[in-house]
C-alpha cells in the first residue's frame, strides 16, 4: 500500500502525483509493483526500498549517491488471546533531493501520528527535521511501551501472588522477551543517531559528507538531534532497569513456586507416614497366627483404639517436627 502525502498551505493533504517535489511517500508492506512504481518515478534504487522489508535487517545508514537511507527499529505491539505482545520492526527513511520515503513491513503509531498531524511543526519539504521527528517520536514511543509494560509487570506481579500459575509467568516471560528486543533495537538506533550527529561535526569521512550534504541540519535541528539522543538514552537506561527487575522477580517466584511444591510434598508425606500406622496394625492382626486379645471381648475395638493412638501419636511427633 502507498501513500503520498503534501503539505500545501501548511496543512497535510493526500495526492497521487509521486514525482511532486517536497511529498512524503509512505509505503506499508508494498509488493513488487509498488516497489517499482516508487523506484521508476524517484529514482531510488530497489536494494534500499527492499531494505526495511527483512525483519531481521540491522540498524544503520548507508548513502548512495544522492540518496540516503536511514534504517531504524521501532516499536510495535499485538494481541495475542487478549495478550499484548511487544515487538520492534524495521523502519527504512530514504531521503532524496525531492521526497522522504518511509517503508515499513507492517503500519505503525509513529507513522500514523504524522499522517493525522499529532506532530507540530511538520512539513514535508523540510526533510531533515521530518527525519528528526520521526526518530523523536520513535523514542517517545519506546518509553511509552517501557512505562505499560512495567505497569503490565506490576499487575501480573499482584496476580502471582494470590494464584502462582504457570500462565502468569508465560507473561512475565513474554514481557521480559519484549525488553530484550527493545534493549537491543534501542542501542542499535542509538548508533544511527549517534552518526547522524557526528555526520556534521567531521568533515574528513566522506560518506559522512555525503550524509550533511543530503540532510543539511541548521542549529534548531541539531538541539532536536540531541533530544532525540537524550530521550533514547533515557529508554535504553528504563528498559534496562525494567529487564533487570522483571528477571530478578521471575526468579524469586520460581523459587517460590519451587519452595510451595516442596510445602506439599514434606505435607503428603507427613500424611502417608500417619496413614501407614493403622495399615502395619492391620496388617499384623490380619495375620492367621496366635494374636494377643484376640479372645477378647474386645478384640475388635482394641486394633481400633491402638491404630487411632499411633496415628495420633505420629501426628503430634510430626508437628513437633513442624512437618505439618
Given at each position: 500500500m502507498i501513500k503520498v502525502f503534501q503539505t500545501i498551505d501548511d496543512k497535510l493533504v493526500t495526492i497521487e502525483n509521486l514525482a511532486e517535489?517536497?511529498?512524503?511517500?509512505?509505503?506499508?508492506?508494498?509488493?513488487?509493483?509498488?516497489l517499482?512504481?516508487?523506484?521508476?518515478?524517484?529514482?531510488?534504487?530497489?536494494?534500499?526500498?527492499?531494505?526495511?522489508?527483512?525483519?531481521?535487517?540491522?540498524?544503520?545508514?548507508?548513502?548512495?549517491?544522492?540518496?540516503?537511507?536511514?534504517?531504524i527499529n521501532v516499536p510495535t505491539f499485538e494481541s495475542?488471546?487478549?495478550?499484548?505482545?511487544?515487538?520492534?520492526?524495521?523502519?527504512?527513511?530514504?531521503v532524496t533531493e525531492n521526497a522522504v520515503v518511509t517503508v515499513s513491513l507492517k503500519d505503525n503509531l509513529i507513522l500514523k501520528?504524522?499522517?493525522?498531524?499529532?506532530?507540530?511543526?511538520?512539513?514535508?519539504?523540510?526533510?531533515?527535521?521530518?527525519?528528526?521527528?520521526?526518530?523523536?517520536?520513535?523514542?517517545?514511543?519506546?518509553?511509552?511501551?517501557l512505562k505499560q509494560i512495567d505497569k503490565r509487570s506490576s499487575e501480573?506481579?499482584?496476580?502471582?501472588?494470590?494464584?502462582?500459575?504457570?500462565?502468569?509467568?508465560?507473561?512475565?516471560?513474554?514481557?521480559?522477551?519484549?525488553?530484550?528486543?527493545?534493549?537491543?533495537?534501542?542501542r542499535a538506533n542509538?548508533?544511527?543517531?549517534?552518526?547522524?550527529?557526528?555526520?556534521?561535526?567531521?568533515?574528513f569521512d566522506p560518506d559522512m559528507q555525503l550524509t550533511s550534504q543530503i540532510l543539511k541540519m541548521y542549529p534548531e535541528d541539531e538541539d532536536l538531534l540531541e533530544d532525540v539522543i537524550t530521550e533514547n538514552k533515557q529508554a535504553i537506561e528504563m528498559a534496562e532497569t525494567y529487564s533487570n527487575i522483571l528477571s530478578g522477580?521471575?526468579?524469586?517466584?520460581?523459587?517460590?513456586?519451587?519452595?510451595?511444591?516442596?510445602?506439599?510434598?514434606?505435607?503428603?508425606?507427613?500424611?502417608?507416614?500417619?496413614?501407614a500406622l493403622p495399615t502395619m496394625v492391620a496388617s499384623f492382626?490380619?495375620?492367621?497366627?496366635?494374636?494377643?486379645?484376640?479372645?477378647?471381648?474386645?478384640?475388635f475395638a482394641i486394633p481400633i483404639a491402638l491404630s487411632l493412638l499411633l496415628s495420633l501419636l505420629g501426628a503430634y511427633l510430626l508437628r513437633r517436627k513442624d512437618m505439618f
Open positions: 517535489k517536497g511529498i512524503w511517500i509512505n509505503a506499508i508492506n508494498p509488493d513488487e509493483t509498488e517499482q512504481q516508487i523506484s521508476q518515478t524517484t529514482g531510488i534504487h530497489l536494494d534500499l526500498l527492499k531494505a526495511a522489508l527483512d525483519e531481521e535487517e540491522r540498524s544503520r545508514i548507508e548513502v548512495d549517491e544522492s540518496q540516503l537511507l536511514i534504517l495475542s488471546k487478549g495478550t499484548l505482545i511487544y515487538d520492534t520492526i524495521p523502519l527504512g527513511i530514504i501520528d504524522f499522517e493525522v498531524s499529532k506532530t507540530k511543526s511538520f512539513f514535508t519539504y523540510k526533510r531533515t527535521r521530518f527525519v528528526l521527528q520521526i526518530l523523536f517520536v520513535t523514542a517517545s514511543y519506546y518509553l511509552r511501551y501480573i506481579e499482584n496476580r502471582l501472588h494470590k494464584s502462582m500459575q504457570n500462565e502468569e509467568l508465560i507473561k512475565l516471560l513474554n514481557l521480559e522477551k519484549s525488553l530484550v528486543y527493545f534493549i537491543t533495537s534501542l542509538e548508533i544511527v543517531m549517534e552518526k547522524l550527529l557526528k555526520s556534521h561535526l567531521i568533515k522477580m521471575m526468579d524469586a517466584f520460581a523459587s517460590v513456586i519451587s519452595n510451595n511444591l516442596n510445602i506439599v510434598m514434606k505435607f503428603l508425606t507427613s500424611v502417608t507416614i500417619v496413614l492382626y490380619g495375620m492367621n497366627v496366635p494374636l494377643p486379645f484376640q479372645n477378647a471381648r474386645f478384640a
